[in-house]
C-alpha cells in the first residue's frame, strides 16, 4: 500500500506526523515553563517585596529611636531651636514613611499565613513604642529625664521589635528558598519531558525515514545504474565542456594577472608596515627615555618639596626664639626702669649705676626694636617659604600628571607595536596566500586546457536520458509501471 502513494504524499505524511508530535511537546513544555514562571514571580513580587519591607521597617524605626536618643542629647546641651526642630522633623518623617511600609506590608501579606502572625505582633509592639515615644516627644523639651526613663522604656520594644523583624526575614528567606526549590523541581521535570518528548519524535522520525526510504530505495536503485551509465557517457560526449573549458581559461588567465598586479601591491604594503614598525619602535623608546627623564624631575620635586617644609618649619621655630628674645628685651626694659629710679633714690651713690642702667635700657629698646624687625622679616620669610610650598606642591601635581600622561602614551605606544607587528605578520600572510592563488589559478588554467582536449559528442544520449526520466516520473508521481 505504501508503494502506491505518490512521493509526495509519502513524504508530506511522515514530516505531519513529525510536526504533531512536536506540538504536543511544546504545549507540554509550555505549560511547565508557566508554572516555574508564576513562581519566579512570586519569588519576586512577593517574597523580594516582603524582605525590602522588612529591612525598611528596620531601617526607619532605628532611625527615629537613634534620633529621639540624639534629641535629648542635644536639648540637654541646650542647641538652639532651629537644630532641635530639625531633628523633630526628621523623626516625623521617618515615623511616616514607618507607618506607609507597614500599611503596604500589611496589604502585600496573605491571609492566614506565618507572615501575618509575625506581622500582627509587630503591630501590637509598635503601637505600644509609638505611644511611649509620643510620651518622649510630650516631655523632651520641660524634662529630659522623665525622657529618657521613657526612652529606656521604649528601648525593650525597640528590642522586641528588632527580633520580630529579624525573624521576618529569617521566614521571607526560608519560604523564598521552598519557592526556589519547587522551580528547581519543575524544572527538572521540564527537561524531563522535554528530552523523552524529543527521544519519542526521533524514534517516529527515524521510523518514518526507514518506511519511506524502503518504498523508493528499491526502483532508485534500478534507476541509478542505468543513471551513472548515462552520466558516464554524458560525460564523454559532453559538447558544452568545450565552451566552459574555453570560458573557464580565459577566466583563470585574467585572474593570473590580478593576482599578479595584486601581490605586488601586498609587497609594497608590506615594506611599508615594516618601516613604520621600525619607527614606532623608535617611537616608543624615545617615550621610556622621556618618561625616566620626568620621572627623575618628580624625585627632585620630592626632595625640593621636603626642604621647603624644612626650611618653613626652621623659620617657624626661629620666629618662636625671636618672640623670646623680644620678651626677654622687655624684660631688661623694665628691670633698667627700675634701676634707674633705685639709683636716683641713693643719690650721688647711685649716679654710676644709673649711667649703667640708662645704657641698658637703651640696648633693651634697641634689642626690642631689632627683634621686631627681625620678626617682620621671618613673618614675611614664612609667607614666601608657604607660597614656595604652595608652588611646589603644584609643581609636584603638573609633574605627577605629566608622568601619568607619559606613561599613558608610552603604554599606548607599546599596544600601537604590538598592533602592527600583528598586521606587519598578517600582510605577510596575505603575500604568501596570493602566492598560493597564483600557483592555483596557473593550476585552473592548465585542467581546463586538458578539459577542453577531452569534449566529445552530447546528442547520442539524450534517448537514454529520455528513458530514465521516464521512469523516474512513475516513481515519484505513483501509479503502475
Known sequence: MLEKLSLFKKIIGSQVTVILFCILIAVVATVAINKQIKIVKEIHTVRFQNYKFSSDLMNYLTSIHLSTSSLINLVDQG?????????VKGINEYKSKLTETQKEFRDNVKTGTEEEGYLTKFDTVLSQYLSVHSQIMDVIIDDTSTATLYLMSATKQFDSLNTTIKELL?????LSQKKYTDSLKSHKRTIFLFVFGVSIIIIIAVTLAVLVAKGISNPINSIMVLLSTSASNLYQASGEINKVSDHTSATSNRQVSSISSTTKEVEDIKAISQTNLVKMQEATDSSRHISGKV?????????????????????EKMETIIKTINDIATQTNLLSLNAAVEASRA????????????????LAEKSSEAAKETSELIANSILMTEEGVSIVDNTSSVLTNIME????ISEIMDSASTLNNSQNQAIVQIGQNMHALFDSANDINAVSTELSATSVQFKAQAVNVKDIVDNLSVIVNGGDK
Open 79 to 87: 542647641f538652639d531651636e532651629d537644630q532641635l526642630d530639625a531633628v
Open 170 to 174: 529569617v521566614l521571607e528567606n526560608d
Open 295 to 315: 620621572q627623575d624631575g618628580y624625585r627632585c620635586m620630592t626632595l625640593m618639596q621636603k626642604s621647603m617644609t624644612n626650611i618653613k618649619e626652621s623659620t
Open 347 to 362: 643719690g650721688d651713690a647711685g649716679k654710676g649705676f644709673a649711667v649703667v642702667a640708662k645704657e641698658v635700657r637703651s
Open 405 to 408: 600622561g607619559v606613561q599613558s
